[in-house]
């Protein structure tokens, strides 16, 4: 029964470690741009988007389709960004177990 005990108890400092590094990542912030840094995108590594600029340059109410296009990529390169970060970091506290199908891990 000891063991069990023991094994709950590194259970349990794992999921605190986990909790610490997803609230790492909700402050951790990546940059992207697209259109040759006329739109920059600023997300968190937990999937937030916190800002998006637009160079005034980049505004052409004739071809409105490429300033969206523009947008959506920085917007996705930002949360790839963000996700690789993760996903590097959370690997780390699990070694690469993936959480070992445990809840919360």
Do not use: F, H, W, Y
């Amino acid at each position: 029964m000891a063991s069990i005990g023991k094994l709950m108890k590194q259970a349990a400092k794992m999921q605190r470690q986990m909790q610490e590094a997803q609230a790492q990542m909700a402050d951790k912030e990546v940059e992207a741009s697209s259109g040759g840094g006329a739109v920059k995108v600023t997300a968190t590594c937990d999937g937030t988007v916190k800002s998006i600029k637009i160079d005034p340059d980049a505004v052409d109410a004739e071809d409105i389709s490429m300033l969206e296009d523009m947008v959506l990529g920085a917007v996705n390169q930002a949360l790839e960004q963000g996700r690789e970060i993760q996903a590097s970091e959370m690997g780390k506290l699990t070694g690469g177990m993936g959480g070992m199908g445990l809840p919360g891990l």
